[in-house]
Every structure is written in C-alpha cells, then in structure tokens.
C-alpha cells in the first residue's frame, strides 16, 4: 500500500480478513504513527495508545489514544493525551492500578537525545456522556534520572509496591546518545507512584524494553530488545522481582525493534516480535535519529565499555511466538504478516518506509486474541484473533 492508500484506510472500521481474524488501521490525524499499546478498561472495552506527529523525534510527537467499545465495529475518533512544544512525547504505557485509577505513562525528550528523556505520569478518565473518549490530566514527571525510558507495563508486588520496566540511555559527557551504554532497570514506588527509586539490572548493556511476565508463585520472567540486534534476551526473578538474574540469550532472534510479551490463560508465554536479526541482513542506517536535520556537532557514543548497537535491520515479519517453559525457548512462531520491513528511513510520506514494528498484545476473557502494530510508520494496525486462533488457519514461520 501506498502512504496515500494507507492514509485513505485509516477509519478504524473492522475487516473481516478470514475466519475468525479481523483487522482496522486506527485513525489519526497525524502522518507518522508509532508504538502501539494496548489495555483493557474495566467495561471491556479496549484502548489503544501511540505516539503521532510527523517524525520521530520532533516536538509535535504526541501521545494519541481510540477507545474501540466491546462488540463496536470499530474504533472511536483519535484524541491526543499529551502536548509539550518543546518535546518529543513517546511509548505510552497504560496502566490501571489496584484502585482502579487509569495511569498513561510516558517518555518525553528533547530532540533525538534520549539520554535527556524524563518519564510523565498523568491520570486518564473516561468521559462519562462519552465512552469513546479519553481525557488525560496534566500529570508530573517522576523523580528518576534522565535517560530513563519505559516501554512495557506496570506490574503490581504482592507487597503493593509498584515496579516500572525501564530501560537507561546513558549519559556521555560531550557525546551524542546512540544506545551503545543502554541498560535495564527497574523503578519502584511503594506509594503508589508518588515517588520512586531506581534498581539496575547487572549485565544488562543493550538489553532493553524489559517486558516482564508472571510465570506465578512469586516467579517472573522478562524478556528484552538487545541493541545489538542479535537475540531476544532473558532474564529471571524467583523473589516477586526484588532481584534478577543476568540476561541471557533466548532462541528467537532480534532485530534492535521492539517485542512485548504476556502469559496466556493456558499458562503458556506469547510474545510477538519481528523473528530477524542482523547476521540475517546486511541493510544499515546510521542511528535512529540521523534525518532530524538538527545540528549538532558532538560525535557519537564511543562504544567502549558498551556495545555497538545496529540500526537498520529489517522490521517484518510480525510473528506470534509460544513458549511453554517460562520463555527459554519459542518453537511454536505463527505469522501474522510478512513484508520486506524496510526501515533505513523513518519518513512516513514518501513510501519508504515498510516497517511492521513495536508489536503489542492482549489475551481477552473470552480467549481472543488482540494485537497492534506499527503499519509503514504511517498507521497503526490491529488484528483481532478468535478463541482458537493457534489452531485454525495459522501458518508457521520457518
């Protein structure tokens, strides 16, 4: 599809695709849509948020959110959540706490320097004449350092005690920010999100976008982008998440691009990523922010002591991978769609873009399956899959 079919697309109404598989590209207003995610409101409905603007990086780069009503044939108008002149706000994360108060989480930086990034925490409520519609107070930036990026959700200590997957982006005095110092962490508040403290992971250098899942019994895992564009990487808490052990490689391969992950109803792991890696291409782009077309003088991150992180691998195909021993390993990989992935530039008007990334899921009471993407940069996608959606009409990927 072209960027102007896409855009001609992009009403939110569902499509019957197969039996038991419907698809929508959520509308929006803006020309560049990134980093879906996906939550459940406590009517069953279903909100999807992600960052819009016209590129990745620039100050117009907003938090947007649809609401799609349980058993509505599509999603509700776009609303913008976040607006801040001066920075770029991006990968929203939802979240509803034990009080039932609905959070968005956020990251805002200035320009391509992530290691500036600080994270903001706003209330979200429901209009109530108008279920479709979403309206985000203020909010506040946490008391963590700068760098400190978030991605997955919030997950809930039986202790009460919130903790945030994180990801770090290291300051370099006098050096641009690259990902080569990025590191896990994991931000704890044990007042329901008034103030935090910050614990690293050890061993963590290019793991990011830790995605923790329950295994139960206090037990978690969590899985984790790797900069290095190699593996999906792995670690475990045994104590509720209070320590990790150090990551390490899993059996799918990474592409430096997003992945998430939840524990279906069966007790199985899913996680949905793009299956590639670098050793499989040979296509490079310079860094993620290299068409801002903003000076700056300071060179890049030197490697030294970090990793050499590896932008422009591919981001296709989206895959479905099942795993029953806790995420060590993923030999069940569905396809839910395959393309070439090109994604050497972020522009989302001239069609070269052809990225299917930053994948999000769900598991519904009833056993469907919901699923989100980034379409060409220029669309968020969803996918609704029925109960059953492992067995009927579900091709492999090799």
Same mark, same amino acid.
């Given at each position: 599809?072209t !960027?102007e079919?896409?855009?001609?697309?992009?009403?939110?109404?569902?499509?019957?695709?197969?039996?038991?598989? %419907?698809?929508?590209?959520?509308p929006?207003?803006m020309?560049?849509?990134?980093a879906?995610?996906?939550?459940?409101?406590?009517?069953?409905a279903?909100a999807c948020?992600?960052?819009?603007?016209t590129?990745?990086?620039?100050?117009?780069?907003?938090?947007?959110?649809?609401?799609?009503?349980?058993d509505?044939a599509?999603w509700? !108008?776009?609303q913008r959540l976040?607006f801040?002149a001066?920075?770029?706000? %991006?990968?929203?994360?939802?979240?509803?706490?034990?009080? &039932?108060?609905?959070w968005l989480?956020?990251?805002? #930086?200035?320009?391509?320097?992530?290691?500036?990034? =600080?994270?903001?925490?706003?209330?979200v409520?429901?209009?109530?004449?108008d279920?479709?519609t979403?309206?985000?107070g203020?909010?506040?930036?946490l008391?963590?350092?700068?760098? +400190?990026?978030?991605r /997955?959700?919030?997950?809930?200590?039986?202790?009460g005690a919130?903790?945030? !997957?994180?990801?770090?982006?290291?300051? =370099?005095?006098? #050096?641009?920010?690259?990902g080569?110092h990025?590191?896990?962490?994991?931000?704890?508040s044990?007042?329901q999100?008034?103030?935090?403290?910050?614990?690293?992971?050890?061993?963590?250098i290019?793991?990011?976008?830790?995605?923790p899942?329950?295994?139960?019994q206090?037990?978690?895992?969590?899985?984790?982008?790797?900069? #290095?564009a190699?593996?999906?990487?792995?670690t475990?808490?045994?104590?509720g998440?209070?320590?990790w052990?150090a990551?390490?490689a899993?059996d799918v391969p990474?592409n430096?691009?997003?992945?998430?992950?939840?524990?279906?109803?069966?007790?199985?792991?899913?996680?949905?990523?793009?299956?590639?890696?670098?050793?499989?291409?040979?296509?490079?782009?310079?860094?993620l922010?290299?068409?801002?077309?903003e000076?700056d003088v300071?060179?890049?991150?030197?490697?030294e &002591?970090? +990793?050499?992180?590896v932008?422009?691998?591919?981001?296709a !195909?989206?895959?479905?991978?099942?795993?029953?021993?806790?995420?060590?390993?993923?030999p069940?990989?569905?396809l839910?769609?395959d &393309?070439?992935g090109?994604?050497l530039?972020?522009?989302?008007?001239?069609?070269?873009?052809?990225?299917?990334?930053?994948?999000?899921l769900?598991?519904g009471?009833d056993?469907?399956?919901?699923?989100?993407?980034?379409?060409?940069?220029?669309?968020?996608k969803?996918?609704r899959?029925?109960?059953?959606?492992?067995? /009927?009409?579900?091709?492999?990927?090799s």
């Amino acid at each position: 599809m072209t !960027p102007e079919e896409i855009a001609s697309s992009m009403n939110g109404a569902l499509r019957s695709i197969s039996l038991g598989r %419907q698809e929508a590209l959520l509308p929006s207003p803006m020309i560049q849509n990134h980093a879906a995610f996906l939550h459940l409101l406590a009517d069953g409905a279903l909100a999807c948020a992600w960052f819009g603007g016209t590129l990745e990086g620039k100050s117009d780069i907003s938090i947007f959110a649809s609401v799609l009503p349980k058993d509505a044939a599509g999603w509700g !108008p776009p609303q913008r959540l976040s607006f801040d002149a001066a920075h770029s706000e %991006q990968n929203p994360v939802l979240f509803t706490a034990p009080n &039932g108060k609905l959070w968005l989480f956020h990251t805002s #930086q200035p320009s391509g320097n992530q290691d500036e990034c =600080r994270i903001r925490m706003a209330e979200v409520r429901r209009d109530p004449s108008d279920p479709l519609t979403l309206i985000a107070g203020e909010g506040r930036y946490l008391d963590l350092p700068r760098g +400190c990026f978030v991605r /997955a959700p919030l997950v809930v200590r039986e202790d009460g005690a919130w903790l945030l !997957p994180i990801f770090r982006c290291i300051q =370099r005095p006098g #050096q641009k920010w690259n990902g080569s110092h990025d590191t896990a962490a994991v931000g704890i508040s044990l007042d329901q999100g008034e103030t935090w403290r910050l614990e690293d992971l050890a061993q963590s250098i290019g793991c990011v976008h830790m995605s923790p899942v329950s295994l139960g019994q206090g037990r978690l895992a969590a899985l984790f982008r790797r900069r #290095q564009a190699d593996w999906v990487y792995r670690t475990e808490s045994l104590d509720g998440g209070r320590t990790w052990s150090a990551p390490e490689a899993s059996d799918v391969p990474n592409n430096n691009s997003s992945i998430a992950a939840i524990r279906l109803s069966d007790g199985r792991m899913a996680m949905i990523c793009n299956p590639v890696s670098a050793a499989e291409f040979t296509e490079r782009r310079a860094s993620l922010y290299d068409e801002l077309g903003e000076e700056d003088v300071r060179p890049d991150a030197d490697p030294e &002591g970090g +990793c050499v992180p590896v932008w422009g691998v591919p981001r296709a !195909p989206v895959a479905l991978c099942l795993s029953q021993d806790g995420g060590k390993t993923f030999p069940a990989r569905l396809l839910i769609e395959d &393309g070439p992935g090109t994604c050497l530039s972020n522009d989302s008007t001239d069609g070269r873009n052809k990225e299917m990334s930053y994948p999000w899921l769900l598991e519904g009471p009833d056993g469907t399956i919901h699923l989100a993407y980034t379409y060409h940069r220029r669309a968020i996608k969803y996918v609704r899959l029925a109960a059953g959606w492992d067995r /009927a009409d579900a091709r492999r990927v090799s």
